[in-house]
């Protein structure tokens, strides 16, 4: 009897049920965990936190922020204190001390405290400095002596040279910079002259006039440089540990000055908001460790609309033929099964074919065809943003491909029948009936192709992906966008951080927040992706997709 219930209870599928539901339970358990560790680390990152001075039983001080506590269990000696454990703290000053964090047993601590005259100094180079401000100089004159007197003279200096800092970025990125594509376009401009044999005295003559004027401009616009590098020099700074050790900064070296143990919180959230406005809108520095990662976010965004233009188009068109035009057959069903197979190909197999074909053989071709006066440097014979997105387009396709043939499938039958019944040939109700009424399944195809494309590395590292791009594709210089130029990648960036840094701690918090990003931009992605296609449902509600 007891056997014949068991039976009935493996029957029924009651067990399997409870197993999916604990599966799919234990899943979004599991990926809510990964969210909600990332959004901590990453969110806390940005907040400002108190300078904890630390008095040791040798006499001696230390001060920085508060990083980590381990517990240490010493079960050889039993009389250590239970619970006693160490302290890990940012210390900062890497020209002082060697190095940006320090561990502290608890029982070398005689007594801790949070002063409030002390500054954080965030600077463009040797990360952090934690302090106080001794004295502010100017040449050699002392402007202004004393802790609190070097600390309010500092703020406005501080803001000066952060804008005489925005006037040599303009001077050169914008203006020094198309100086020197100008030359190089008239550079290039003589060589293919030369190349063809039209290159007489005369015109070499008006080029070398042209390249003379440019040069003199570049010249003006360098002493230009010159005289506001050596603005930046003009104050300086003694900075004293809490050791009193003292270290000589030049103002311009130092990009805010902070006093968090005096704030209150609504200065915090100020500042907190700041540090997120200065990580999404400013570019990286220290290795990638500091700054801001706006040019990582702007190639993964840029990477992934061209590689959505190229993929859409391509996938919608192989699937049509092989739905609505294809006959049914052993060869139809081999390059299914070709497609299918495909979209399980390892990512970095596309990177080498995108290498060897698009990069080598594509790009190496529109070099020679094209840009021959640029030659030996490739044009568009090395990795670029181009080849990177057509990669992750071929990359996807099948994802495409897959979704738009069960968007085809999922148009009523009567559609069709209705349209040709009318008059329209087969191309016509394919246009305007068909497609638009497939296009949910058309765009969740173009959904999942963006979610797998955003993550991808291994590709990249091969097409086109680089640690610190000088340029970005898109900018004022006609022609505007250029597909030809290198890019970072915010996958590339939490790679390169996480296993490229010679800081790996001060590097950790950098991978949460590039890792929260790289998140929150898939998701944005996505959530446009899905609006325009229920948009799309809406408006052809008598659709069964």
Sequence with gaps: M???????????????????????????????????????????????????????????????????????????????????????????NRDLYGLDFRWIDESHIQAQSTPTDVVFLERREWGNFYGRPHRVMQGDSVVAS?????????????????EIHEDIHYLERSVIGDINHEIEAQ???????????????????????????????????????????????EYSVVLEDVNGTTKELAVGQIIRMLQPNAMGVGEKV???????????????REANTEGGIFPAIFGTVLMVLIMSIAVVPFGVLAAVYLKEYATQGA????????????????????????????????GGSIDALFFPEALPNPTFGTGGMLWASLTLALMTVPVVIVATEEGLSAVPREYREGS?????????????????????????????????????????????????APSMPLDGTFPFLHLDRKFMHLGFHI?????????????????????????????????????????????YAGSTI
């Design 2 to 92: 007891q056997a014949v219930s068991l039976k009935k209870f493996f029957d029924s599928g009651t067990l399997f049920v409870w197993m999916c539901g604990a599966g799919l339970a234990l899943s979004l358990l599991m990926i809510g965990g990964l969210l909600a560790l990332i959004f901590i680390n990453g969110m806390g990152y940005f907040w400002p936190k108190d300078l904890v001075q630390f008095t040791l039983h040798d006499g001696s001080y230390v001060l920085g922020e508060v990083t980590g506590h381990e517990v240490i269990h010493d079960s050889v000696n039993a009389d250590s204190p239970e619970g006693k454990g160490r302290i890990q703290l940012k210390v900062g």
């Design 146 to 162: 004393g802790h609190q007197e070097a600390t309010t003279a500092l703020f406005p200096l501080i803001d000066r040279a952060n």
């Design 187 to 233: 550079r290039l401009s003589l060589r293919a002259l030369e190349l063809e044999g039209r290159a007489n005295q005369s015109e070499v003559a008006t080029r070398e006039q042209e390249v003379a004027v440019l040069q003199s401009r570049y010249e003006a616009e360098a002493d230009k440089l010159r005289v506001l590098y050596t603005q930046l020099e």
């Design 270 to 284: 100020w500042a907190y908001l700041g540090n997120v406005w200065t990580v999404l809108s400013e570019e990286p």
């Design 331 to 362: 060869l139809v069903r081999i390059v299914r099964i070709a497609v299918n197979n495909l979209a399980g190909v390892p990512s970095i197999v596309f990177g080498v074919f995108g290498l060897g074909f698009f990069v080598y053989a594509v």
């Design 420 to 468: 040709l019944a009318l008059g329209a040939t087969k191309l016509e109700s394919l246009l305007r009936v068909v497609i638009p009424c497939a296009m949910p399944g058309i765009l969740t195809g173009l959904i999942l192709a963006i979610s797998r494309a955003t993550g991808e590395v291994a590709p990249l590292m091969l097409t086109g992906v680089v640690k610190l």
């Design 495 to 539: 790679y390169d951080v996480g296993f490229q840094s010679p800081n790996v701690e001060a590097a950790k918090p950098m991978v949460y927040v590039t890792t929260l990003i790289l998140v929150g931009v898939v998701i944005i992605l996505n959530l446009a992706a899905i609006s325009i296609r229920n948009r799309m449902r809406r408006k």
